[in-house]
């Protein structure tokens, strides 16, 4: 679990760096945003691709439907694992014979094809980690991608009503004294229902 996870890792760290390059050299973007949720959604889709594939391959050789193919891809590569499909033909008793002589030539064939059937099943073997490595590469971009939404920071005027009234009334404090009063005796006339826009040549003295 722990090289599926580190391998998973380095798998969704390079995707990230070949869509930045791309951005950076085909769409001239200094910058490119999201990096994380575009990985992940190119993981995911190469995992899809990869079930149906794997999954058209197993129609071909073993005459299996689509929908138990990618059943059984998928129920592998997320690591479920019923047990409910196996990857081998289905195998009926034809004849029933006493004769031990057929039966040790039988033997004698079948172990010429025992080195085929060992290669095939290491490559098996390597290609199913493989896959197993991009599974948890998406994973590990999903998550990647959710953290990074949630540490996000927020727009300057999104903060709570409490902390802006606390800002605004700090800036008029640190305002010159003649500026504060010119704002208050604004804000007193427009409270008796005149406008800014009206007193603006009149001066503070001639107010008081």
């Known amino acids: 679990m722990l090289a599926l996870k580190s391998v998973g ?3 969704s ?3 990230n760096r070949i869509i930045t390059k791309f951005e950076k050299r085909i769409f001239k973007i200094s910058e490119p945003k999201h990096m994380n949720a575009k990985s992940a ?11 149906v594939l794997n999954g058209l391959l197993v129609m071909h050789f073993l005459n299996w439907s689509l929908i138990e193919a990618v059943y059984y891809w998928f129920i592998t590569y997320s690591t479920i694992g019923f047990g409910d499909y196996i990857l081998r033909p289905p195998r009926r008793i034809k004849e029933l014979t006493l004769n031990m002589s057929e039966n040790q030539n039988k033997n004698e064939s079948g172990n010429a094809g025992k080195t ?9 073997g390597v290609y199913s980690l493989l896959a197993l490595c991009i599974v948890s590469s998406v994973l590990n971009a999903i998550v990647a991608a959710i953290e990074e939404r949630k540490c996000r920071p927020q727009c300057p005027g999104c903060g709570p009503r409490r902390i802006r009234e606390h800002e605004d009334n700090d800036s008029q404090y640190s305002e010159a004294p003649e500026q504060r009063a010119t704002t208050m005796t604004h804000l007193n006339m427009e409270h008796y229902g005149f406008h800014k826009d009206k007193i603006v040549t009149l001066s503070v003295t001639e107010l008081k």
């Open 13 to 15: 760290k390079y995707v």
């Open 41 to 51: 959604v190119i993981l995911c889709s190469i995992m899809v691709l990869l079930i």
């Open 9 to 11: 890792e380095l798998i």
């Open 116 to 124: 085929t059937y060992v290669f095939f099943a290491g490559f098996f």
